[in-house]
């Protein structure tokens, strides 16, 4: 084993990913960084600023299991090469790799929009780097795209094309400086090398305890029950099972968590790993059962028909815990212990409970869960929920935060009906493909900025948003309520009734931008503690 610290150039680290020397580890999250975070770090490395290393582990041994970079899927390495798995820096590579390259292109339904990142000409902002609503058609004048920073061919022609008027070679020497500090800025690396299975978990535990996110039982797990391939392949048939439910975008890190909760009351799999494959088989149906009852739950009584919308992971754990039985066919939950259910969800949801790993909470409501599934006295619900309009007014509607999953769940509860057709809207299609495109602005993105008045923090917040018909948003389009208005059913006891569903007020077609976003956040807030049953 060897610890070394050196440095890789934005080149070459594009370069060995291209050729799948660096790679993913199945352990690790996903691309979590949003467009303004990705944009500040390439800001970052434009001016020098400091911004950490990247730690490497480099082996011999593939691991068995993988995960993407971001959006993109990796070749396969050169097996005469050794493998360089990131442990920490995952975010910074896969933004510099998305902004930078143009060689692969995403995995169809995955999200590239933060991949489009331009260089302002003669920028008066801080930041001279920004998304364009229109990546594809824009003012080469004004712009230039980050992602032909490295491609020759198109910044010779660049460089050639803008060498004559004086406007012209100014934006000539930005780009050659641009390119100078994007060619010279060096990534921190450091790297160690080692086979052995203490060594690299020791590693991972020291590194956790620092704060970073890795999920040690992942890399253990591949280790363990490697000749059991009767259990390998149970638990291979169980994923496929869940890939319905998204299991296969989130990878075997959730499962694993779930059989730790069935078996060993954990939210940490590690001593469920070094259990011997014929404990965990005998163990095994109850996990089939537990997380398939789980799954039920939460598409019956909260409309999660997909991990994708399902607000924090370790919610399907503990739910795993409570429904998990050796019956073949288990009795039906009380009632009081399924209302009680529900109410912990929407606690944990709204107080974003486990939003930061959370095993502490997570193994806390694992053993009170089971208190209330025994009948016995339980604080399963017992713990801070602080609820305020702020959660609809101040939270930005993206796809991947828990408050927006949140309350996309809570808009479900109102069974909205379409806007203009008033038919009801699927819920089930809908939200089993966690599409953005499904969700719009009430009051339209375009007239808003219009008007001058407000930030795009007040256009795009969870407030402004709500369940619409595609169709119906096209009619919509950039009109003001009060002219879409006349679009919807004139009888008032119809429009009434839709909005309703909406959690929207009578007056919210009056253009007034300010009262809408106040009385709609306030009936959003009274639902909210309705379901969280929040005084």
Request: net charge neutral; proline share 5%; aromatic share 12%.
């Amino acid at each position: 084993m060897a610890d070394t610290h050196d440095s890789i150039s934005i080149k070459d680290l594009i370069n060995d990913l291209e050729r799948g020397r660096i790679r993913i580890p199945s352990f690790q999250r996903g691309f979590v960084w949003e467009p303004s975070r990705v944009c500040y770090f390439i800001d970052s490395i434009y001016k020098g600023f400091p911004f950490g290393s990247v730690l490497i582990w480099r082996t011999k041994t593939p691991l068995k299991t993988e995960r993407n970079l971001g959006p993109y899927k990796l070749h396969s390495n050169d097996p005469e090469y050794p493998i360089d798995y990131v442990l920490d820096g995952q975010q910074r590579i896969t933004s510099i790799f998305g902004i930078f390259q143009n060689s692969l292109t995403a995995e169809d339904g995955e999200k590239t929009d933060w991949t489009n990142l331009f260089f302002e000409f003669n920028s008066k902002e801080s930041v001279p780097f920004q998304y364009l609503e229109d990546y594809k058609n824009y003012d080469a004048t004004k712009f230039f795209p980050l992602k032909d920073l490295f491609n020759p061919d198109y910044l010779l022609q660049f460089l050639a094309e803008n060498s004559n008027r004086d406007s012209a070679i100014q934006r000539g020497k930005q780009i050659q400086d641009l390119y100078n500090k994007f060619n010279d800025a060096k990534i921190p690396v450091q790297l160690f090398k080692s086979e052995e299975r203490k060594y690299v978990a020791t590693v991972f535990e020291r590194i956790n305890r620092q704060g970073i996110e890795l999920d040690t039982f992942q890399l253990l797990s591949v280790w363990n029950w490697s000749e059991d391939f009767d259990l390998q392949e149970k638990f291979r048939e169980l994923a496929e099972k869940l890939e319905p439910f998204g299991f296969k975008q989130v990878g075997s890190d959730l499962l694993l968590k779930c059989c730790s909760a069935v078996v060993m009351n954990s939210a940490d799999p590690e001593d469920f790993l070094e259990l011997p494959g014929s404990a965990v088989r005998e163990k095994f149906d109850e996990i089939h059962t537990g997380i398939f009852r789980a799954i039920d739950f939460l598409k019956d009584e909260l409309n999660v028909f997909s991990l994708k919308l399902l607000p924090m992971e370790n919610i399907l754990a503990v739910l795993s815990s409570f429904f998990a039985s050796s019956q073949k066919q288990p009795p039906p939950v009380p009632h009081e212990q399924n209302q009680a259910i529900k109410r912990w969800f929407w606690r944990a949801c709204f107080s974003q409970r486990y939003a930061r790993g959370g095993a502490k909470s997570t193994d806390v409501d694992l053993a009170e869960v089971q208190n209330l599934k025994a009948g016995k006295p339980h604080k399963l619900e017992n713990f801070d929920v602080s609820l305020e309009t702020s959660f609809f007014l101040k939270n930005s509607f993206r796809m991947s935060t828990v408050a927006t999953k949140t309350f996309i769940l809570l808009l479900a509860q109102g069974k909205p009906l379409n806007f203009i057709s008033g038919t009801s809207i699927s819920l089930e299609k809908v939200l089993s493909q966690g599409n953005r495109n499904e969700f719009h602005h009430i009051f339209p993105k375009d007239y808003l900025e219009k008007l001058n008045r407000y930030k795009d923090e007040q256009i795009n917040c969870l407030a402004n948003f709500s369940l619409l018909a595609r169709a119906d948003n096209n009619k919509i389009k950039n009109k003001p309520p009060s002219q879409y208005r006349t679009l919807m059913p004139a009888d008032s006891q119809t429009f009434q009734k839709i909005i309703a569903t909406h959690f929207c007020h009578t007056n919210a077609f009056t253009d007034d931008y300010d009262s809408f976003l106040k009385l709609r956040a306030e009936l959003l807030l009274q639902k909210a503690k309705e379901l969280s049953e929040i005084v």
